[in-house]
């Protein structure tokens, strides 16, 4: 695996090399590394980062600046622009300098002079790519000779500094992140599964005995049917008893004769020859008669009955064989609406005290790494279990929700039920956790280009994110992507600190 690592980022390495080797001007000068001398700068807006390195600044003289602009949206550089640095003591401008011309995108070399010695506060200013920019830097010095710049101490990196470049940074998918205290949900993980709410699914069922014949070859799970067409026959033919024609014969018969005493007493009634409760016994045996004699006459041709779909929607279950008999009443298919989708959460019963405080939820289909949270998906809470059954320990705890991103009844699922919030949390992105040994650590930056490995404690996790119980403090700023090549870059032996060359 460290092969692997190595690998990746010497590949990175060579093509900064060679890009910045073409971008070159012929009188640059060879074999000076990036930042020997300088002294290095960091400086955050609300857009941008703004890395600097810096000559020793000298009272009077021309110094030289090489200056990075990263877009912390998605820390990458600008290409072209304006980059001007301005120098101020005691809110006076000593001196300035600008260029419109970056070595390569994100780099922009300038110089300028300082007119004065001692403390001074450095302001970067950025125009370009539709950004109009600006970042101080309190405390810098300007000294009055060489001999005083040359006494000064050099900063030391603290202990453990990781170097990465950024244009190592650049070249791939980077990203760094300000941690702000915020509101986290409370958050626990248990086992689910996607379904199709009871509401959406329709069980076909037989309206007659007979003999069942498949009219489509492809009635299995998964199959689309479409509302109204004829998914099967059921025919009499042969049959001895339970003849159709011969249910159907009665059934008629005994319609036409419910139907002779109803229009024969609707008459009688007024005249009170017949009484009111006769009448109306007369009448409810009628409806029935005439409700059983259509619903049969339904569908029925001859000495079969064609079984229509009442609804659209996928077939979930067919519980009955081609050419098998069947009673009256007896299932024949399920069909399921995939619109929506239920999401069912078995909460094992010790935790049945958070059933109350249960709010929403979030949740990972079996075999993908992307979480869904309900609530951006439309869906809401429809209910919390109150028991257990025999069959099943767990207590259900159930969301619907539109079903917008084809997902599939059936699949299992990792779900992160989230219950009461919790105020000034440090939260991280899971996509910044590295793991070693069972441990978890992440990288922070100190500076432009100097990171540290730092080991962190951890809370809760919805599967996105996670809180932070110790190992880092607010304001700090945590890798989230490509935290596998600052390690990688830390177990490099032999590399130079830069990448690049001025």
Known sequence: MRNIFLFLLGLIIMSIGCRNNQNQPESAESGHSHGAGSVPYTAFSDSCEYFAEIK???????????????KLSDYQPFAEGIMTIRVFQDGLLIGSGDTNKPRIPGIFPLKFTANSAGNVSLQFVFNGGGLKDSVVVPSAVVFENEEQAGKAAAAEDPSGVIKFTKEMAWKIDFGVL?????EYLNTFKVSGELTIPPAEMTTVSAKTDGILIFRQPDLIPGAQVSQGSVLFTLTGQGLTSRNMDANFAAIKSRFE?????????KGLVKDQIVS????????SRYRIDSTQCFTYLNGFSGNSMNIVSPAGGYVQQVYQSNGSFVNEGMPLIALGNTNKILLRADLPQRNWQEIPKILSASFRPAGSSQVYDIDALGGKLVARGSAVTADNQFIPVSFEFPNKGSFVAGTFADVFLHTTPIPNQLVIPVSALMEEQGNYYVYVQLAGESYVKR????GFNDGLYTNVISGLAAGDRVVTKGAIFIKASSQMTGTPSHGHEH
């Open 56 to 70: 020793p600044m000298i009272k009077g003289r021309q110094t030289d600046a090489s200056i990075h602009i990263t």
């Open 178 to 182: 300000r941690i702000i205290p915020r």
């Open 257 to 265: 004769s419910s139907k002779a005493a109803y229009e024969r007493e």
């Open 276 to 283: 009111q409760k006769q009448f109306g016994e007369t009448l």
């Open 455 to 458: 080991a962190v404690k951890l």
